[in-house]
């Protein structure tokens, strides 16, 4: 089991450092096609309340999803971490001051400004990762969060979303890693098969 939790960690510092020696450039251009990849799958067209997340360093920048979830009447949530290993969605409220820095720096709903949503109402979750492998399996950044909250998501189909620079020939896995259906990627959408 440590050999595992080691192993992870080696594997997250190696490609969260690989995504963000990225170039700006590249990360917006590359960003742009992953949010159009996301956008494309029968998952968008379906969903009316979208999990996002506000993009951290090196991660996605899922701006083109947002303003096309927007135009589309979607309903867009985001994550608020309420504890060191659990989050919640949030409907947020309108202006900058809706918006606070949270855990680790990451922008997050102020929560007495919007609107608690329950996991089960959420269509689609579109979920970050520092690795992935081709089987749909993702590593976080550590903390676990998406690991305990994805379970909850009983109505939700998800795509984590990630650059290929992010890939892993195999991402080891423990009875609390939590695999997602698909992956998005500036080349790719990589599906898992669930028959």
Not at 76 to 84: A, E, F, G, N, T
Request: charged residues 35%.
């Amino acid at each position: 089991m440590e050999d595992v939790k080691e192993f992870k960690r080696a594997l997250r510092r190696e490609k969260i450092a690989a995504r963000e020696a990225l170039s700006e450039e590249d990360r917006i251009e590359w960003s742009k096609m992953i949010c159009e990849r996301v956008i494309a799958t029968e998952e968008y067209k379906k969903a009316n309340v979208i999990f996002g997340y506000k993009w951290y360093k090196g991660e996605v920048k899922l701006d083109v999803l947002e303003a096309r979830a927007k135009a589309d009447g979607k309903r867009l949530v985001y994550p608020l971490c309420i504890s060191k290993t659990e989050m919640e969605a949030i409907e947020p409220g309108a202006g900058e001051d809706a918006w606070v820095s949270g855990y680790m720096g990451i922008m997050e709903p102020v929560r007495e400004k919007g609107v608690i949503i329950p996991p089960e109402e959420i269509d689609l979750v579109v979920a970050p990762c520092s690795a992935f492998d081709d089987e749909c399996r993702r590593c976080g950044q550590g903390g676990g969060f998406y690991d305990r909250y994805l379970p909850k998501c009983s109505s939700a189909d998800m795509i984590a979303v990630a650059f290929e620079v992010q890939r892993a020939e195999e991402i080891p896995t423990d009875e609390y890693d939590f695999a997602v259906p698909a992956v998005a990627t500036e080349k790719r959408l990589i599906r898992r098969d669930t028959k």
